[in-house]
């Protein structure tokens, strides 16, 4: 069976869209932006972030290996996991200050003034806690841990009297908090930071909006980017409900590069649904065919990669378990809709009734026959003649 989950390991063809937006946000004369990675419900978003993660992971370790050692830092920010939170935005602005802050300590040597660009974090630390006085119960603890202790803040922005300061700090928090961090960004001489924002869709409107315009109000500086994934619809619904605003209009102010995922092809969904069988059934000879995809990928970014080419990469390994199965994927390409997610969830299905068929003991079952009934099952479209036959 196969986990439902997003990985770096690209069985999609991912990674030709990975290159292309490393490139972007790689390139400082088109930073800042802010990329919306927008496709339907288990297209793949969350893993194609992964593979643009792993992508410039690899272009760090390049430069490193020839003596050149590039200021890039990534972010990640699961926006669900702060959904029950009221101040989503600014759990957003303190995982962004405590990464900045994470990278500069580990890397100090590098980096002149130090002392001073870590106070100016604790100073942008101390307004979002101010924005957050309200809610402090429902910050969660390993945030807290992080804040800056009083005699802290005493020390970085030169006051004894706290409360005096917090009056006036906080109406000059928002208008003053850009600055700020740009002067960080600028002084610690990053070349790029990149922020994944994953699952966006599936908060509340409510949220949605308020992370897209933290990144507008507070965090969008020089040498910037912000990667989005959600699902371009959810988005529209939630811009039509909080904001009351034309869709179009209001999405082109908070998203600079809309990127939208095509469905996949019949060709690149045979492709998959193929990987997945031989890295389940034949884990042990699955690298060597990857390599052998991702090799003909550099030569034919848009070629077939078919079985043919896979029993190639094989040489004299034979696979008949998947080969049995092979029957299959046709029709699992025409009768499904063709997303990632639901062409796992369906094989993950058909294994465990097969499972049950040897646990049960049952001889007479073809795997092909067995796959048709399910087809009709899963497509509302054939639920009836499913029922009825």
């Known amino acids: 069976m196969w986990k439902d989950i997003e990985t770096s390991e690209d069985l999609l063809g991912y990674r030709f869209h990975a290159k292309l937006l490393k490139e972007i946000v790689l390139d400082k004369s088109m930073l800042p932006t802010s990329i919306g990675i927008f496709g339907n419900w288990g297209y793949g978003k969350s893993s194609?972030?992964?593979?643009?993660?792993?992508?410039?992971?690899?272009?760090?370790?390049?430069?490193?290996?020839?003596?050149?050692?590039?200021?890039?830092?990534?972010?990640?920010?699961?926006?669900?996991?702060?959904?029950?939170?009221?101040t989503t935005k600014y759990s957003l602005i303190q995982v962004l200050l405590d990464s900045v802050e994470k990278y500069l300590s580990d890397n100090r040597d590098v980096f002149e003034k130090l002392d001073i660009l870590l106070k100016r974090i604790n100073l942008l630390k101390l307004g979002v806690l101010l924005l957050?006085?309200?809610?402090?119960?429902?910050?969660?603890?390993?945030?807290?841990?992080?804040?800056?202790?009083?005699?802290?803040?005493?020390?970085?922005?030169?006051?004894?009297?706290?409360?005096?300061?917090?009056?006036?700090?906080?109406?000059?928090?928002?208008?003053?908090?850009?600055?700020?961090?740009?002067?960080?960004?600028?002084?610690?001489?990053?070349?790029?930071?990149?922020?994944?924002?994953?699952?966006?869709?599936?908060?509340?409107?409510?949220?949605?909006?308020?992370?897209?315009?933290?990144?507008?109000?507070?965090?969008?500086?020089?040498?910037?980017?912000f990667v989005l994934g959600a699902d371009e619809r959810m988005v529209e619904r939630a811009i039509k409900e909080q904001i009351y605003s034309?869709?179009?209009?209001?999405?082109?102010?908070?998203?600079?590069?809309?990127?939208?995922?095509?469905?996949?092809?019949?060709?690149?969904?045979?492709?998959?649904?193929?990987?997945?069988?031989?890295?389940?059934?034949?884990?042990?000879f699955f690298n060597a065919v990857i390599k052998d995809y991702n090799d003909y990928k550099n030569k034919e970014p848009f070629g077939n990669y078919d079985a043919e080419k896979m029993r190639a990469a094989l040489g004299e390994n034979k696979i008949p378990d998947v080969e049995t199965l092979i029957p299959i994927i046709p029709m699992m390409t025409r009768f499904l809709n063709g997303s990632p997610r639901q062409l796992k969830r369906?094989?993950?299905?058909?294994?465990?009734?097969?499972?049950?068929?040897?646990?049960?003991?049952?001889?007479?079952?073809?795997?092909?026959?067995?796959?048709?009934?399910?087809?009709?099952?899963?497509?509302?479209?054939?639920?009836?003649?499913?029922?009825?036959?």
Request: hydrophobic share 40%; net charge negative; aromatic share 12%.
């Open 48 to 86: 194609l972030m992964l593979l643009l993660e792993k992508e410039i992971n690899e272009e760090i370790a390049m430069h490193v290996a020839e003596g050149n050692t590039p200021q890039i830092l990534q972010v990640r920010f699961n926006g669900w996991q702060y959904e029950s939170y009221e």
């Open 132 to 225: 957050k006085k309200y809610v402090w119960d429902k910050i969660p603890n390993a945030i807290k841990s992080n804040l800056p202790q009083a005699d802290d803040l005493k020390e970085c922005i030169g006051v004894d009297d706290i409360t005096k300061f917090q009056n006036e700090y906080t109406s000059l928090f928002v208008t003053k908090f850009r600055t700020l961090l740009e002067s960080i960004v600028e002084e610690a001489k990053f070349d790029s930071i990149i922020v994944y924002i994953d699952d966006l869709d599936r908060c509340s409107g409510e949220k949605m909006i308020e992370c897209i315009e933290a990144i507008k109000l507070f965090l969008n500086v020089k040498n910037t980017a």
């Open 246 to 284: 034309p869709f179009s209009d209001y999405l082109e102010k908070l998203i600079q590069i809309p990127y939208r995922l095509p469905r996949l092809s019949l060709n690149e969904q045979y492709t998959y649904i193929l990987f997945l069988l031989l890295k389940s059934k034949y884990p042990n």
């Open 346 to 389: 369906f094989l993950n299905t058909f294994d465990l009734r097969m499972r049950m068929v040897q646990v049960a003991n049952i001889r007479e079952i073809d795997p092909t026959v067995l796959a048709k009934l399910m087809l009709l099952e899963y497509n509302f479209k054939y639920q009836r003649l499913f029922e009825s036959l």
